[in-house]
């Protein structure tokens, strides 16, 4: 069972980074916004997360960012 260590929640959606540094989402899919890259899926790829609206961004260990979510301007 993994444990959460940070959660987030946009206006129809929620994240979680679980303690072996993977992100699982839940809720409203229909701008992707839980369509969770695979890289994020693998144990110890992300330190930190944030919701948006309809988006999310995620640090990962490596120093690099990824965003996902409602990309109607880029």
């Known amino acids: 069972t993994r444990r959460a260590r940070a959660v987030c929640a946009g206006a129809e959606h929620t994240l ?16 992707s916004q839980i369509q969770v890259p695979s ?3 693998m144990s110890g790829a992300a330190q930190a ?6 988006h999310n961004v995620v640090l990962l260990n490596t120093g690099m960012v990824v965003a996902f ?6």
């Open 16 to 31: 979680a980074l679980l303690d072996d540094g993977s992100v699982t989402g839940w809720g409203s899919n229909l701008w």
């Open 39 to 41: 890289a994020l899926r």
């Open 49 to 54: 997360l944030a919701c948006g609206h309809r």
């Open 69 to 74: 979510g409602y990309s109607l301007n880029g």
